[in-house]
């Protein structure tokens, strides 16, 4: 059996699951998407995931042609009609066809893609030994520019910012908002942790408020950690005792050199080598069924 696509109401095989040129996803970056884990055949945080995904279409004004409750049994039925039971899946809602002008009322119907694959992780010898990162000069989008709790198709801020990852020979990057504010890496939530207390920059500074961040949140008060939104600057990541970014894709990884230098003794720290375990107990053994 080969992959198959969620496309337009419809189940194709990938080799037919094409998209108009005209999309304005693709001219313009004009939609929203969700990119969501799918661990031992149970989808982890659907419903958060779909409600995200209608949020960041109510904001940028994209009616998406089908109910929330709708667009979570189509998730469920394309994991169905895939083989795997582990992977990703890549929830995608562009505007549609429309002409060359980037007026959106030109575009009379959304295009709805699901995808279900495999993803593609940090090796594994590295999300045990940890990350190293830099900071960006790109500046993460204003939230009175884009907001970035919308998660939008358009993400040249956070590959303008990869790009210079990559320059820099490093892992992951941190963005900073205009004032210096660290907000989170291209594609995770960063943490950081300072006399046992676990820190995050709220989302008002410009970040995408992450499900697994959430998640991260809610085990760390369980297990008795302090953990709550702070706002900080790149001395406050220089100088805790540990960092650690969160994802889907990423889950819970330890970075332990920013700019050069090392956080905390350069090695991932007891914190989050405890959450990254209540994280992985946790995301394994919740979701929802889509298998019986
Ligand atoms: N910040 C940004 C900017 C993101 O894109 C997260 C945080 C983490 O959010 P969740 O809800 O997943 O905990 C994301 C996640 C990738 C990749 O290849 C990651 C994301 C989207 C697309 C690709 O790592 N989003």
Redesign the pocket.
């Known amino acids: 059996m080969g992959q198959v696509i969620y496309l337009d109401g419809e189940f194709v095989p990938v080799e037919q699951a094409r998209v108009s040129v005209y999309d304005h996803g693709f001219l313009y970056g004009d939609g929203v998407f969700e990119?969501i884990r799918m661990y031992s055949g149970r989808v982890f945080k659907l419903e958060e995931h779909v409600r995200r995904l209608y949020h960041s279409a109510r904001v940028v004004d994209l009616q998406i042609p089908l109910p929330p409750e709708e667009m979570s049994r189509v998730v469920l039925e394309t994991c169905r009609r895939n083989e795997l039971d582990d992977g990703y899946i890549r929830l995608v809602v562009s505007r549609g066809a429309g002409d060359l002008g980037l007026d959106p009322r030109k575009c009379p119907k959304p295009t709805v893609v699901v995808i279900v694959d495999r993803i593609a992780l940090f090796p594994e010898s590295l999300l045990e030994k940890g990350l190293t990162a830099v900071t960006a000069a790109t500046r993460r989008t204003a939230v009175d520019a884009l907001d970035?709790r919308v998660?939008s198709l358009n993400y040249l801020n956070?590959i303008m910012a990869k790009i210079e990852a990559n320059l820099a020979g490093a892992e992951e990057i941190l963005m900073l908002n205009r004032e210096g504010y660290v907000c989170?890496g291209?594609?995770?939530?960063v943490f950081i942790v300072r006399g046992g207390a676990v820190l995050t920059p709220p989302a008002y500074l410009g970040?995408?408020e992450?499900?697994?961040?959430a998640t991260v949140l809610d085990l760390a008060r369980e297990m008795g950690i302090e953990a709550r939104e702070a706002v900080f600057t790149r001395y406050d990541v220089y100088t805790a005792d540990e960092c650690f970014l969160?994802?889907?894709?990423?889950e819970v990884v330890p970075v332990t050199t920013v700019d050069g230098r090392p956080v905390g003794d350069g090695r991932p720290g007891p914190v989050t080598r405890r959450l990254r375990e209540a994280y992985f107990e946790y995301a394994r053994s919740h979701g929802t069924r889509f298998r019986d």
Request: a neutral charge; aromatic letters at 0%; charged letters at 20%.
């Open positions: 990119g970035a998660k956070s989170e291209t594609g995770d939530n970040i995408l992450g499900i697994t961040r969160t994802g889907t894709a990423a």
